[in-house]
């Protein structure tokens, strides 16, 4: 095996890459031990890097293509006052720009202090020294972050409505920014890591070599009155935003559940909200929405459909997946009426398809529905919620929009043809959510 050239050992070892849970669990109910999981590939690749020196340089970026970050903190204030050791162990080993997906869990210390003060109290400028630092050293195509809704409202400089918290529940929400490419300075780790070996790169390297890219300046001021901006999601050039608010079929044991509200940022997203939630935090570059909800009250739903970002892609899932035990757990269906949770759910359909099928006229159609290419819903296991929303479509007899596969619709011209961006639509979200490598934990 040492006569092997390295780069056909490297290319050996990509076969031993397994999926990244931080790619394809992000639809599932959040919590701070879903992407724990330790495939045999992943385990494959570390035992590969413990046979000999050499082998252990040629597999080290792929063991940390994929970081997943859980800092053992008692507030947010931790942020401002430590540096990170994790970002000096990437530079030193030259792991940081191999980082493809970067996955933050914010699980504090001591919960029960958490959940007395609830909202962390932290300001803006303290964490703009926490994305500095990170988005400095690492350039991820994804970057996650998986915390309560208290502590994602925080990192947005955000107020959260707390009043109706309790009857939800809901200890995670998920948060997760993604982009297609990151420029040329992609490879640049396994070639630091060739080059220990005293190799010359593969020759179409050398053309993607380039220089780190510089972070995003911070604002120079605020205007008065003006909420905070939030730089998280202005560092990179993201394309697509998934918000992930997990299960709320536990609020539908209350009196008068259609009344509550949840503790959710997705207002705050959309800026549609009092101040200062009124600014928009979604950057014109992102041009995919994905919302999932298990079970949402239609009238929060409404806050989306009403207040829809100007994108081209919305993926929608608003029952859980085929592989969740959810409707078999008693102590979640406790006291709940399923009927309630079905009306719900076809109340939510109901209005996204009213949306879809108005007239094609421009004064007719509200909001940026008339900018909408693509429309995915992730509930195609629940066949009666997609034949509605197909039944519904057929009946409208609108002729723009039309069932590309099961689970999408595709709006068309008046020719036939599908839009001019659903392959690149397409092509951005199989190269954000491509399931390559292992994730590690630090």
Known sequence: MDRIPPELLLHIFEFLDGPAPSQVRLRQQPSDDMLHAKSQLSQSLKNVSLVCRTWRILVLPSLFRHILWRPKISSLRAFTMNPIPLLQFLENNKLDRGVTTFTLIVDFVDKEADARHMTPEIRTVDLEWLWDQLFSVIDPLRFTIIAPPTTLAAFMSRMLFLDDAWSFSIPYHILSLARTTRGPSRDRSIEAHLSDLQLSP???????????????????????????????????????????????????????????????????????????????????????????????????????????PKIERLFVQLTPGPESQLMLDNSEMHHVDSADLWMERNTAYSSVMRELTIADSPIDRPGNWASLQIFESGDTADIEAWNMAVDFLKSSGVKDWKVEREGVFVKHDDDGNGPATEREIDGHIAAADSPEGQILSV
């Open 202 to 308: 593969p020759p179409e390297h050398d053309a993607r070599r380039a220089a780190r890219p510089a972070s995003a300046s911070p604002p120079t001021g605020i205007r008065y009155r003006k909420p905070p901006a939030c730089p998280l999601f202005t560092l990179r050039p993201w394309t697509s935003i998934l918000l992930n608010e997990g299960s709320s079929t536990r609020v539908y044991r209350t009196y008068e559940f259609f009344l509550r509200r949840p503790p959710s940022m997705l207002g705050a997203l959309l800026g549609c909200e009092e101040h200062p939630n009124d600014s928009p935090l979604i950057p014109s570059t992102v041009v995919d929405f994905n919302y999932i909800a298990i079970f949402p009250l239609s009238s929060h739903f409404e806050v989306l459909v009403q207040h829809l």
